[in-house]
């Protein structure tokens, strides 16, 4: 069953509520403006999805298998614990997906919930309905999307199963049959007046009920047209044209009337859905609330004159002791101006006292430098450790500037050989091309 709504929407709203409009085969749900009540709609949307929870018997499938209280009417439209109601808005949204024909895993405690709730969604999508509000509208498990993505679920379900909203159907309230009397040919007066007798002696009263009288006069009426019939009978060879006259003598029916007119007293049995009888209750209310309130109104005026005369008296007290203790009051007065000034000469005196400290320590840190530079600056000049290390400094220097010295002796020495060795090569290269040339000349 879908609830269709079309509200208005006030100024300063900007969410707009989701609600399925219609039950049609797309099973649309689409976003309709906001109205005064647009806020407690999803407390009707959660009752009805208690209904229908209840139609497909969850409390044996889900909260006797998962040891889970029964949801209240408005479980999911509070908000009371945000985690047990997220745990139990997947629970109950895989059960239903499941009852709708659709194969869906239980959620675990540990599974990511924004992929529990895509999963969910999509799956209310390929139903058809629409979900057009962000998925973190359902991470706090309670509110109007909740609400929403559950009853819609709820309906694809018992679509699926087979359900279907009946019209009601009202019981039929049995009216009492009216008892007819039989058609009697040999009806007479006499028998008439001896039921009549009858029914006297059972009623000690003297009262007639109104049913026994429609009984009476349908006889009597019965009687008259039996004693009719017969006088046509008899007078079948009388023309049709004439005028039906009747026989009763007037006198004998006015004496008739007298007799039985003491006993045509009807009984009106009392009902209580009549309007007479409540008007007849309101009066009598009235009375007895006019009675009550004379007698109430009496305490009240004396009540009310007590407190009058009590405030009086509070009234006067309180200017008498006010006049009493005025100097008092006018020293309590100077006394508290005279704190207040003392406060506010302690707050800047106390502002005073917080500055000075912050430059007294500033000056100590500095202070305290100073005294490490030249604890640090006599130390140095007492110590001979430095000469120590330049004497060593120079030791070292020496025993290098000897090992380079070799070292450039014998480089310079390899160098010379290198010299002389290339220079007689050459010396020897020029003899060798010298001589042969001689000899050829010589030949």
């Known amino acids: 069953m879908a609830v269709a709504a079309a509200v208005v929407s006030p100024v300063g709203v900007e969410d707009p509520v989701l609600r399925p409009r219609g039950g049609d085969a797309a099973g649309e749900g689409l976003y309709v403006e906001r109205g005064p009540g647009a806020a407690?709609?999803?407390?009707?949307?959660?009752?009805?999805?208690?209904?229908?929870?209840?139609?497909?018997?969850?409390?044996?499938?889900?909260?006797?298998?998962?040891?889970?209280?029964?949801?209240?009417?408005?479980?999911?439209?509070?908000?009371?614990?945000?985690?047990?109601?997220?745990?139990?808005?997947?629970?109950?949204?895989?059960?239903?997906?499941?009852?709708?024909?659709?194969?869906?895993?239980?959620?675990?405690?540990?599974?990511?919930?924004?992929?529990?709730?895509?999963?969910?969604?999509?799956?209310?999508?390929?139903?058809?309905?629409?979900?057009?509000?962000?998925?973190?509208?359902?991470?706090?498990?309670?509110?109007?999307?909740?609400?929403?993505?559950?009853?819609?679920?709820?309906?694809?379900?018992?679509?699926?199963?087979?359900?279907?909203?009946?019209?009601?159907?009202?019981?039929?309230?049995?009216?009492e049959e009216e008892t007819v009397p039989e058609d009697d040919a040999e009806l007479t007066v006499n028998k008439v007046e001896e039921e009549i007798v009858e029914e006297e002696t059972d009623n000690e009263e003297n009262f007639i009920d109104l049913n026994v009288l429609k009984a009476q006069t349908y006889r009597l009426a019965r009687l008259s047209d039996l004693s009719r019939v017969t006088q046509l009978d008899m007078n079948e060879s009388a023309k049709q044209e004439d005028i039906l006259e009747s026989t009763t003598d007037a006198a004998e029916w006015n004496l008739e009337v007298e007799r039985v007119l003491p006993q045509l007293k009807v009984t009106i049995r009392t009902d209580n859905k009549d309007w007479r009888i409540h008007v007849d209750q309101m009066h009598q209310h009235k009375s007895e609330i006019e009675s009550a309130l004379k007698e109430t109104k009496g305490f009240l005026d004396k009540l009310h004159n007590e407190i009058s005369r009590t405030l009086e008296k509070i009234s006067s007290r309180e200017k008498y002791i006010n006049n009493q203790l005025e100097h008092l009051v006018q020293e309590y007065r100077a006394a508290q101006a005279q704190l207040s000034e003392a406060r506010e000469r302690y707050q800047q005196?106390?502002?005073?006292?917080?500055?000075?400290?912050?430059?007294?320590?500033?000056?100590?840190?500095?202070?305290?430098?100073?005294?490490?530079?030249?604890?640090?600056?006599?130390?140095?000049?007492?110590?001979?450790?430095?000469?120590?290390?330049?004497?060593?400094?120079?030791?070292?220097?020496?025993?290098?500037?000897?090992?380079?010295?070799?070292?450039?002796?014998?480089?310079?020495?390899?160098?010379?050989?290198?010299?002389?060795?290339?220079?007689?090569n050459m010396t020897r290269d020029m003899h060798a091309t010298i001589i042969p040339e001689s000899a050829i000349g010589s030949y």
């Not at 000469?387 to 070799?406: A, P, R, Y």
Request: proline share 5%; aromatic share 8%; with cysteine.
């Open 349 to 424: 005196g106390n502002g005073g006292v917080t500055e000075r400290t912050r430059i007294l320590s500033e000056i100590t840190e500095e202070l305290e430098k100073v005294k490490q530079e030249m604890e640090e600056k006599g130390s140095s000049m007492t110590d001979g450790a430095p000469l120590v290390k330049i004497k060593q400094s120079l030791t070292k220097l020496k025993q290098e500037t000897v090992q380079m010295d070799i070292r450039i002796g014998v480089v310079e020495h390899t160098l010379l050989q290198s010299k002389l060795k290339e220079k007689s």
């Open 40 to 175: 407690y709609h999803m407390f009707v949307v959660m009752e009805d999805l208690v209904e229908k929870l209840k139609l497909l018997r969850y409390e044996e499938e889900i909260l006797r298998r998962n040891n889970l209280k029964p949801l209240s009417r408005h479980y999911f439209a509070l908000p009371t614990n945000p985690g047990e109601q997220f745990y139990m808005f997947c629970t109950l949204a895989a059960w239903l997906i499941n009852k709708a024909g659709c194969p869906f895993e239980q959620p675990q405690e540990y599974d990511d919930p924004n992929a529990t709730i895509s999963n969910i969604l999509s799956e209310l999508r390929s139903f058809g309905r629409s979900a057009d509000f962000p998925p973190s509208k359902l991470k706090s498990g309670h509110g109007e999307h909740v609400c929403y993505v559950l009853d819609c679920l709820a309906e694809e379900a018992l679509k699926y199963v087979g359900f279907s909203w009946k019209r009601p159907v009202y019981p039929v309230e049995e009216l």
